[in-house]
């Protein structure tokens, strides 16, 4: 079945710092790749998505390229904030599961001023 | 649009009690989740319903729970009897039907269930 495999946290990093999270997902075919994101309290929220492959989703200064060739889907900001201080969830969803998703168990990011 | 609405926020209840969690999705979402999260299982799937019809309650983890979906603008997620180990934040979700597979889930802000 598929799967969605993201880099362990907690990560912490300094204001401004670089931010790489990692996801590697195993699906059949040709799914569509999402990041999420969920703050405290709140439900999780779309960050982010590509369609398919080679294809660059991004917004509000966070980028994931879509690379077939090592089924992955990076996510980085060239600086955060620390209010980018939040869970981030990697998810694909397959089109033989119409509408359901698989997400990866999410990374903590903690951004310190 | 007022998003996806889950009431209550916070549901705290003792064991052996009826918790009920509603949801009203985003009108127009054909699809609507149920999810369970907790810090050491993280996000599960219980069930999932397109055009309020069910589709997949494998993730239901037993009998004791139960779901409906009687109308687009509607869903319930029971539990009968509750136990300690129900406590979770329980989202819903809706999204829209789309012939390719690119619509995002949109999330409720959960309903944070503790079962003493």
């Known amino acids: 079945g598929d799967s969605v495999t993201q880099m362990e946290g907690p990560v912490t990093l300094s204001e401004e710092a670089f931010l790489t999270i990692n996801c590697t997902y195993t699906?059949?075919?040709?799914?569509?790749l999402f990041w999420y994101v969920q703050y405290p309290g709140e439900g999780l929220q779309l960050l982010l998505k590509?369609?398919?492959?080679?294809d660059k989703g991004s917004n509000k200064g966070f980028e994931a390229t879509y690379r077939k060739e090592t089924t992955s889907f990076h996510l980085e900001k060239g600086s955060v904030q620390v209010s980018d201080s939040a869970v981030y969830f990697c998810a694909l969803t397959h089109n033989t599961n119409a509408g359901k998703s698989t997400f990866g168990d999410g990374t903590t990011l903690t951004v310190k001023p | 649009d007022a998003g996806v609405i889950q009431s209550p926020r916070h549901e705290v209840t003792e064991m052996g009690q009826e918790v009920t969690l509603r949801c009203k999705p985003i009108s127009g979402h054909d699809y609507l989740f149920w999810y369970r999260q907790t810090m050491m299982r993280g996000l599960e799937l219980l069930i999932y319903?397109?055009?309020?019809?069910?589709?997949?309650d494998s993730g239901m983890p037993e009998d004791r729970f139960s779901a409906k979906m009687p109308n687009a603008s509607f869903s319930t997620l029971k539990i009968q009897p509750s136990e300690p180990r129900d406590s979770a934040v329980y989202f819903c979700?809706?999204?829209?039907?789309?012939?390719?597979?690119?619509?995002?889930?949109?999330f409720g802000n959960g309903t944070r269930l503790t079962v003493t």
């Open positions: 979700a809706s999204s829209p039907w789309d012939r390719g597979t690119n619509s995002p889930l949109h």
């Open positions: 319903f397109n055009n309020n019809v069910p589709i997949d």
């Open positions: 590509a369609t398919k492959a080679d």
């Open positions: 699906a059949t075919g040709y799914p569509s």
